[in-house]
Nanobody, 114 residues
Framework: QVQLVESGGGLVQPGGSLRLSCAYS????????MAWYRQAPGKQREYVAS???????NYADSVKGRFTISRDNAKNTIYLQMNSLKPEDTAVYYC????????WGQGTQVTVSS
């Protein structure tokens, strides 16, 4: 059974940085393509960034150049380094497979505000 636990969110001023983590438990993590998604208030969940089992990386245009996704297969964890944060980055951030699975973790809240 897959479990995903996101952490690292918080309140940050515009221009600040945060590093999100997602701990995975279940079957073989290293074989899965993984991704970060986010959902802002009143909006649908959207794709943010992904990293394949072979470390190919892609980003949504809205975060390209500011966010960096990475993974540590030894720790069954993926990360999202977020720099130059903007108010429009405010959302609950989730990790999941790519394509996504039915199960979703609780997410971690990121609030960018002065």
């Amino acid at each position: 059974q897959v479990q995903l636990v996101e952490s690292g969110g918080g309140l940050v001023q515009p221009g600040g940085s945060l590093r999100l983590s997602c701990a995975y438990s279940g079957s073989i993590f290293s074989s899965y393509n993984m991704a970060w998604y986010r959902q802002a208030p009143g909006k649908q969940r959207e794709y943010v960034a992904s990293i394949t089992s072979r470390y190919n990386i892609n980003y949504a245009d809205s975060v390209k150049g500011r966010f960096t996704i990475s993974r540590d297969n030894a720790k069954n964890t993926i990360y999202l380094q977020m720099n130059s944060l903007k108010p429009e980055d405010t959302a609950v951030y989730y990790c999941n497979g790519r394509p996504s699975w039915d199960y979703w973790g609780q997410g971690t809240q990121v609030t960018v505000s002065s």
